[in-house]
């Protein structure tokens, strides 16, 4: 059997703020592009962005407020139809950095 599935959410939200204890706070976004070369970025009135599973997608994450001597690393990422990111559905976005 073959069919097609579709799942809407809105990727376009304002920074996220991540507090732990013992470590501080840290603020980063991330926001879609067009293409490999990271000139256009996705207008928020685009959103919902629609891509098929396989298709690649250009994202650019980065802190808020840069933090002297840290460097970012995004080891994973995943997309839920929900804003609960241990929702039991999620699609792969990064694996393994």
Known sequence: KRSNVTIEFDTHRPPIIIS???FGT????????????F????APESYPLEYN???K????IEPVT??????????SC????YDNPSYPISYPIIKNG
């Open 78 to 81: 995943v997309a839920t139809p």
């Open 66 to 75: 840069p933090v002297l001597n840290t460097e970012i690393f995004l080891e």
């Open 39 to 42: 000139q256009n970025m996705r």
């Open 26 to 37: 840290f603020n980063y976004q991330f926001e879609f592009y067009a293409s490999q070369n």
């Open 53 to 55: 599973v396989g298709d």
């Open 57 to 60: 997608i250009y994202m650019k």
């Open 20 to 22: 732990e204890r013992g």
